[in-house]
């Protein structure tokens, strides 16, 4: 596993005297991203998917079973098709929503559970069924060494991974949001295309910065803005992108945080301990 660690030179800060070096609140692993929780922010959602299956994990508060008969109360009315027994403790359920089928598999372990979720066409059932028992058999508990989730990696090279992690800060109205795809170039967004929309629907923008700028050991582009409208306390919002290849060596990869003009202070500090932290372990 290649780690790329953090390089970024920061000209100074716009909205605080100075920037303070916090340790982060937790570290989270997702897909190929490590990353810091900034202070006072916390996970608000995610989601992950390799090989075109979307993967995660749950914590147990009870016996495995108690987390399959939740899973199976929540599928949709009347759409469980077939269950299955894969040995060892995997379980599996085919069901339908609409004219869409799926494999959903769960298997257990001392403390959680991971889930596997595919969709697919009736004739590729088989196709299916291998690559979900084939994700089970590479997944290793409490390892960050390969496609992370919250309790462990997938230990396998896939061509199509993808995640994105959304946290939240000591207001809702504080947000950081990170996003990495393997076959999706991240947008590189042109100030004058966003001031055109903002200014389309009555609103204002001011450009505080734009440049280059290497994080994680990725070069890539950074914006600062401001922004209001008529119906919305002025934003301060910060983007920085990477276009990427893409691919599962050099993933498209973009990162965001907004806020309200008011705490511009704090969500800079966050932003930059965000990017401080930030780690993408990319596979050799």
Same mark, same amino acid.
């Given at each position: 596993?290649?780690?790329?660690?953090?390089?970024?030179?920061?000209?100074?800060?716009?909205?605080?005297?100075?920037?303070?070096?916090?340790?982060?609140?937790?570290?989270?692993?997702?897909?190929?991203?490590?990353?810091?929780?900034?202070?006072?922010?916390?996970?608000?959602?995610?989601?992950?998917?390799?090989?075109?299956?979307?993967?995660?994990?749950?914590?147990?508060?009870?016996?495995?079973?108690?987390?399959?008969?939740?899973?199976?109360?929540?599928?949709?009315?009347?759409?469980?098709?077939?269950?299955?027994?894969?040995?060892?403790?995997? +379980?599996?359920?085919?069901?339908?929503?609409?004219?869409?089928?799926?494999?959903?598999?769960?298997?257990?372990?001392?403390?959680?559970?991971?889930?596997?979720?595919?969709?697919?066409?009736?004739?590729? +059932?088989?196709?299916?069924?291998?690559?979900?028992?084939?994700?089970?058999?590479?997944?290793?508990?409490?390892?960050?060494?390969?496609?992370?989730?919250?309790?462990?990696?997938?230990?396998?090279?896939?061509?199509?991974?993808?995640?994105?992690?959304?946290?939240?800060?000591?207001?809702?109205?504080?947000?950081?949001?990170?996003?990495?795809?393997?076959?999706?170039?991240?947008?590189?967004?042109?100030?004058?295309?966003?001031?055109?929309?903002?200014?389309?629907?009555?609103?204002?923008?001011?450009?505080?910065?734009?440049?280059?700028?290497?994080?994680?050991?990725?070069?890539?582009?950074?914006?600062?803005?401001?922004?209001?409208?008529?119906?919305?306390?002025?934003?301060?919002?910060?983007?920085?992108?990477?276009?990427?290849?893409?691919?599962?060596?050099?993933?498209?990869?973009?990162?965001?945080?907004?806020?309200?003009?008011?705490?511009?202070?704090?969500?800079?500090?966050?932003?930059?301990?965000?990017?401080?932290?930030?780690?993408?372990?990319?596979?050799?």
């Amino acid at each position: 596993m290649l780690v790329l660690t953090a390089s970024c030179t920061t000209p100074g800060p716009l909205f605080s005297a100075r920037l303070e070096r916090a340790e982060p609140s937790a570290r989270l692993s997702l897909g190929r991203l490590r990353v810091g929780v900034p202070a006072g922010f916390s996970r608000r959602d995610a989601e992950t998917s390799t090989t075109g299956v979307e993967v995660w994990t749950e914590a147990l508060e009870g016996p495995p079973e108690a987390a399959w008969a939740r899973a199976l109360a929540a599928l949709p009315s009347g759409a469980e098709r077939e269950r299955l027994d894969w040995g060892d403790g995997v +379980r599996a359920v085919i069901w339908e929503r609409g004219n869409d089928r799926y494999l959903q598999v769960m298997k257990p372990f001392d403390d959680h559970v991971v889930w596997l979720l595919r969709d697919y066409p009736e004739p590729k +059932r088989a196709i299916a069924e291998k690559l979900l028992r084939e994700l089970v058999r590479v997944y290793a508990p409490g390892s960050r060494d390969g496609f992370a989730v919250e309790h462990g990696a997938f230990q396998r090279v896939a061509q199509l991974e993808n995640a994105r992690l959304s946290l939240v800060g000591p207001s809702d109205a504080l947000r950081l949001r990170l996003i990495s795809r393997s076959t999706v170039a991240a947008e590189v967004r042109d100030p004058a295309a966003i001031a055109a929309e903002v200014r389309a629907v009555g609103g204002t923008f001011e450009l505080l910065r734009a440049r280059r700028r290497t994080v994680a050991g990725l070069d890539g582009d950074e914006l600062v803005m401001r922004l209001s409208s008529r119906d919305l306390e002025p934003q301060v919002r910060f983007e920085w992108a990477h276009r990427g290849a893409p691919s599962n060596r050099d993933p498209g990869l973009s990162l965001e945080a907004i806020g309200p003009a008011s705490s511009a202070a704090t969500l800079e500090q966050a932003w930059e301990q965000l990017l401080d932290s930030l780690e993408v372990a990319l596979p050799r």
